[in-house]
């Protein structure tokens, strides 16, 4: 088990094609309201970020605010 994620409930992994370490969605129960949401990259590095700015994050994503930077 990875200790940087012990305690963490796993929700999503972006790509998951292959073994290399793709960046990974968790909550974290513990963490306080503003710390709750934890991305980490296949680095070793993690953010940590409200549900509500998750859910802005999603919204613009959604909404195309992204799409110029993956060259859509």
């Known amino acids: 088990m990875d200790h940087a994620t012990d305690g963490l409930q ?41 549900l509500g700015q998750l859910a802005d994050l999603v919204a613009d994503a959604r909404n195309g605010v992204l799409d110029a930077v993956i060259g859509a």
């Open 10 to 50: 796993h929700v999503a992994t972006f790509c998951g094609q292959c073994s290399c370490g793709c960046p990974e969605l968790y909550l974290d129960p513990a963490a306080p309201e503003e710390r709750r949401v934890v991305i980490t990259d296949d680095f070793g590095q993690r953010i940590q970020m409200s």
